[in-house]
């Protein structure tokens, strides 16, 4: 999820998988792909990098994970998360 600024200040949390696409009119909409709107203070290029940042950060967790490197976050409770991965297929599987 990445994190968004209605123009009354409110922030909230937005689906970047479920992003059509963003436009500047001259606000800031994110079209979803059910067809709902939302207008939000940032820029299209802050969307957009805060969607890069998303899907980075998944990438670089899978690879942690794959490579057993992965710490789980530590939850409230002070537990580490539960967390799995399938692994990537190894060259000779290939």
Do not use: C, W
Request: aromatic fraction near 8%; charged fraction near 35%; hydrophobic fraction near 35%.
């Amino acid at each position: 999820m990445i994190r968004v600024t209605r123009l009354n200040g409110e922030q909230f949390a937005l689906n970047p998988d479920l992003i059509e696409r963003v436009e500047a009119h001259p606000d800031t909409v994110a079209f979803l792909v059910d067809g709902t709107k939302y207008v939000v203070k940032e820029s299209v290029e802050e969307v957009l990098d805060e969607i890069r940042e998303y899907r980075a950060g998944i990438l670089a967790t899978s690879y942690e994970m794959d490579r057993g490197e992965y710490r789980a976050p530590i939850r409230r409770d002070g537990e580490a998360a539960e967390s799995s991965v399938v692994p990537f297929p190894s060259r000779e599987e290939r």
